[in-house]
């Protein structure tokens, strides 16, 4: 799913085709996965960790309007989470 027009997070489980990866091996662990689109960077792990790496991306953004650098990475995760949301909800419908 594409989240607020900057990156595409996707689920990667058993008998999907991925990026050359066999993922029909018995040994296969399904994981997240995040790129950031306009330079094809990425990270994989839990959601959690996605979500957490798509966030450093507004840190700074967030940190001209916050008083503090924890301040400004609780609400560049709630900016992502929000924006997660309504990805979520407009693949659902």
């Not at 306009?38 to 940190?63: L, P, Q, T």
Request: glycine fraction near 6%; aromatic fraction near 12%.
């Amino acid at each position: 799913m594409i989240v607020d027009g900057s990156f595409e997070l996707d689920f990667v489980c058993k008998g999907d085709a991925h990026a050359g990866i066999d993922t029909n091996r018995d040994d296969f662990q399904p994981f997240w996965e995040v790129q950031y689109l306009s330079n094809c960077n990425g990270w994989a792990g839990s959601k959690e960790e996605c979500i957490k790496w798509m966030a450093d991306h507004y840190v700074d953004y967030f940190n001209e309007k916050s008083k503090t650098e924890a301040e400004a990475i609780k609400k560049s995760l709630a900016w992502v989470n929000k924006c997660l949301k309504k990805a979520e909800a407009e693949e659902a419908s």
